[in-house]
């Protein structure tokens, strides 16, 4: 693993920020977070509650503005884009719930993450010839992520676990460069915690993937790191091999401390 990690990041950055910084009125939420991420690695984002982990992926995928610095997606500045511009360059985010159309059927939902992935747009008229070849995969999407049973289901009517497994679906569907999870399994039943795991673990095994993950629960953060980056304060206090930064006195002080079980959450 170590030597993966290492070996990847000799490899170009496929996404980075440059002193990225964020102020809400009086509070500097991001600081001056510069940090890059490579191909092939898994990097998990700790820190303790409102450490700034949460409007760090917003400014990365664009659901919130910078107030400073930048993000930069394969070498090419994206500070400036707004989201949709930067999901459509490969920036794939889970877990935004509002992505989901709740009044459309489980399959249809994943059909129309396929059927933008194959660039055939959203014009419902114009697909009948591949109708059945995007039905196709959007099952299997569906039964990566054990749903299949649930396809026919509104999505608003399914419980807020299979919710988050569809969103998994989707942006495994979506086959986007970079994926970024924030807490994948928050609200999942002990069943479906494996599901999703293996699926992480599964994607992270493409080299051409980059995957970042916002996780409190210490067990899947041993599990699935490559590499650990620690927020405290908005600011990025420590970058490494998960061993070293587990051990660094830093992180033990900022976050782990005390704190492992509290932060534990479901
Ligand atoms: N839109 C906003 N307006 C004002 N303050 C905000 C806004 N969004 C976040 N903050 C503040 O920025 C800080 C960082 O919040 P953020 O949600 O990013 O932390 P986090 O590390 O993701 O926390 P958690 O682990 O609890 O999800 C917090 O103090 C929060 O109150």
């Known amino acids: 693993m170590a030597d993966m990690a290492a070996a990847s990041e000799r490899a170009a950055p496929s996404l980075s920020t440059r002193g990225l910084t964020i102020r809400f009125g009086g509070h500097v939420a991001v600081n001056a977070v510069?940090?890059?991420?490579?191909?092939?690695?898994?990097?998990?984002?700790?820190?303790?509650?409102?450490?700034?982990?949460?409007?760090?992926?917003?400014?990365?995928?664009?659901?919130?503005?910078?107030?400073?610095?930048?993000?930069?997606?394969?070498?090419?500045?994206?500070?400036?884009?707004?989201?949709?511009?930067?999901?459509?360059?490969?920036?794939?985010?889970?877990?935004?719930?509002?992505?989901?159309?709740?009044?459309?059927?489980?399959?249809?939902?994943?059909?129309?993450?396929?059927?933008?992935?194959?660039?055939?747009?959203?014009?419902?008229?114009?697909?009948?010839?591949?109708?059945?070849?995007?039905?196709?995969?959007?099952d299997y999407y569906l039964g990566r992520v054990a749903l299949a049973a649930r396809r026919d289901m509104l999505v608003g009517a399914l419980s807020h676990g299979d919710q988050r497994k569809l969103e998994v679906a989707i942006l495994l569907a979506l086959q986007p460069s970079v994926m970024m999870f924030d807490e994948p399994t928050a609200g999942m039943s002990a069943d479906d915690v494996p599901v999703v795991l293996d699926l992480i673990r599964e994607v992270k095994g493409d080299a051409a993937r980059t995957i970042l993950l916002v996780e409190h629960k210490m067990d899947v953060v041993r599990q699935l790191a490559d590499r650990i980056v620690v927020l405290h304060n908005g600011v990025l206090v420590a970058d490494g091999e998960p061993r070293e930064v587990m051990a660094s006195a830093i992180v033990q002080e900022a976050y782990l401390g005390t704190s492992d079980t509290e932060h534990a959450r479901a």
Request: charged share 15%; proline share 3%; no cysteine.
């Open 34 to 138: 510069t940090a890059d991420f490579f191909p092939g690695t898994l990097t998990v984002i700790v820190g303790p509650n409102g450490a700034g982990k949460t409007t760090w992926f917003n400014l990365i995928s664009g659901q919130l503005r910078a107030s400073a610095g930048s993000v930069h997606l394969h070498g090419r500045d994206i500070t400036r884009l707004g989201a949709a511009r930067r999901t459509r360059l490969g920036i794939g985010r889970a877990f935004q719930l509002t992505n989901l159309f709740p009044l459309l059927s489980v399959i249809e939902n994943v059909r129309l993450a396929v059927q933008s992935r194959a660039g055939i747009g959203l014009d419902f008229l114009s697909v009948w010839s591949s109708h059945r070849d995007l039905i196709e995969r959007a």
